[in-house]
């Protein structure tokens, strides 16, 4: 493939997207809204992230673009902060939208950042593509919000795939760093309940997948960007102890989540919420794990 525009690639995700297509790609554009320069093989082109500008330009010829725009859900939930979260993913959407509609030749894929939290609360029912019920609350807002932001413009000549993501799971970023920091700090029990799924993907499984993606045009709409298996938040802490070979950990019940929550300015719903999601689409459509379980995620990475 010749071109990949990635909007928003100046995040964790974003950086390790652009590695991994670095060989698969000749020109890989990054959208920005730091400074225009070129870095790491990457062309870094500023924009805005919600009016048109030059870096429009780069649509005159792009066969894949994948939107990560998207502010941090890591923060107090305050009205500030929320209007935030949903404009920047909905702007970009409706921006990057807007300029392959009017595009003569548009990119034959467009992958669109979303999130496994759309779906509801659930210690019982495994969410699929095609059964899984939609929840309620302000995440799921910006989800529904930043979906059909994406679906509403009218592009006939571009795949579209809304990526459902988990937690993804790495060394040196995303949601493993802190909760093992935690487990070294003597807090590796469970958190609430502990009943609560926890659904992941390896770091290198969600690069793989959006690949996968890109090479099977009959994929579209909604993928599931997750492992095969969740698992309660009790034993992902058990799992990590013992990778640690750490042989207790103080349990963390919801009350002292909520002073820490406040402490560290972020939310309990990050690690109380029970995602329970499966890649029914990714698995129907072949795609190999290269890691199904927890434990042998956790033993790669940690």
Known sequence: MKKLIIAGGSGFLGKEIASYFTTKFTDIVILTRGTTETKNGCRYVTWDGKTLGAWQEEFRSCEVLINMAGRSV???????NKKLIMDSRVDATKILGEVITK?????QVWINS??????????????DEATGEIGTGFSVAVAKAWEEAFYASITPNTRKVALRTSIVLAKNGGALVPIVQLAKMGFGGKQGKGNQQFSWIHCDDFLESINF????????????????????NSFLMKTIRKQLKIPFGIPLPKFLLEIGARLIKTE????????????????????????NTIK?????LI
């Open 296 to 300: 042998g995620a956790l033993e790669d």
């Open 114 to 127: 979303s999130t496994a939290t759309i779906y509801r609360h659930s210690l019982d029912q495994q969410m």
């Open 213 to 232: 993606i890109i090479e099977n045009d009959h994929l579209i709409g909604a993928v599931n960007s997750v492992a095969p298996e969740p698992v309660t």
């Open 74 to 80: 890591d923060c107090r939930y305050t009205p500030k």
């Open 103 to 107: 595009s003569k030749n548009p990119p």
């Open 268 to 291: 309990t719903e990050l690690i109380l919420k029970s995602r329970n999601v499966i890649p029914q689409k990714l698995t129907d459509a072949g795609f190999k794990f290269k890691f």
